[in-house]
């Protein structure tokens, strides 16, 4: 099946260049592309991509507050966002982060890079599992929110192992690396964090995560796994 991508930024050239490689491969197509956050959020709506990659920096209505809108539209629940980013701002990141997106990339990523982000966007997984990402991660979801927010629904149907491994996937921890500290199998873990998904409505693991500093099992401020 084609994943289907919408390109946002507001950077004419580089909208071109990422259209030429992803147009490139037989399982990815360039559906659209916006030049701000207002006509992203229109295209999105009009043709419902697999995977929006959005720029954070572009005029009138920039890509933080278009991922907000896009994700908190149900009508585009199978909608993934990917952000393009340079780090610049841990308050940024944080904010995309709650509103839903589901990874980051460097603005000037490699060409391999670009396409396993998009690839990995669309089949419901989260770029967490490279070492400095997770760290970062970690880091910009310990930015505490402007105001305390109440628990999340579902929240209090989760049983004790799937907060446990919940929160050990919110510090960063690998699937596998949870198995192997909890003494359970990786299929096992995968369930769990497939069940406490869909109990808390969370669209893929990035927004788990999110969810887990929401509610507390990870305190602001918590220091990242060890190495």
């Given at each position: 099946m084609?994943i289907?991508?919408?390109?946002a930024d507001?950077?004419a050239?580089?909208r071109?260049t990422?259209?030429l490689?992803i147009d490139?491969c037989?399982?990815l197509e360039?559906?659209?592309?916006a030049?701000?956050?207002a006509?992203?959020?229109a295209?999105?709506r009009?043709?419902r991509?697999d995977?929006v ?8 209505t ?6 907000e809108?896009?994700?908190a ?8 966002v990917l ?8 308050e940024?990141v944080?904010r995309?982060?709650?509103a ?5 990339l460097?603005?000037y990523v490699?060409?391999d890079a ?7 966007v669309?089949?419901g997984q989260s770029?967490?599992s490279?070492g400095?990402?997770?760290a970062l991660?970690a880091?910009f ?7 305390p927010?109440?628990?999340?629904p579902g929240f209090?149907?989760?049983?004790n ?10 510090e960063?921890?690998s699937?596998?690396?949870i ?12 369930t769990?964090v ?5 109990k808390?409505?969370?669209?893929d693991?990035?927004q ?8 507390g099992?990870?305190?602001p401020?918590?220091n990242e796994?060890?190495?």
């Amino acid at each position: 099946m084609t994943i289907r991508v919408l390109l946002a930024d507001d950077q004419a050239l580089l909208r071109g260049t990422f259209r030429l490689l992803i147009d490139s491969c037989e399982d990815l197509e360039v559906v659209a592309e916006a030049a701000d956050g207002a006509e992203a959020v229109a295209l999105a709506r009009a043709h419902r991509p697999d995977v929006v990659v959005m720029d954070v920096r572009m005029p009138g209505t920039d890509g933080l507050a278009a991922t907000e809108t896009i994700c908190a539209d149900p009508a585009l629940a199978a909608t993934r966002v990917l952000i393009l980013t340079t780090f610049e701002n841990d308050e940024h990141v944080a904010r995309a982060l709650r509103a839903g997106a589901s990874g980051f990339l460097g603005k000037y990523v490699t060409t391999d890079a670009l396409l396993d982000a998009v690839r990995t966007v669309a089949a419901g997984q989260s770029l967490l599992s490279p070492g400095a990402t997770k760290a970062l991660i970690a880091q910009f979801l310990a930015i505490p929110p402007p105001a305390p927010a109440p628990a999340t629904p579902g929240f209090a149907e989760l049983t004790n192992r799937e907060r446990e491994v919940m929160k050990l996937a919110a510090e960063g921890w690998s699937n596998a690396e949870i198995a192997a500290e909890l003494h359970l199998s990786v299929l096992t873990v995968r369930t769990h964090v497939q069940r406490a998904m869909a109990k808390l409505g969370a669209r893929d693991r990035a927004q788990l995560v999110v969810l887990a500093y929401k509610n507390g099992l990870v305190p602001p401020g918590a220091n990242e796994r060890r190495a």
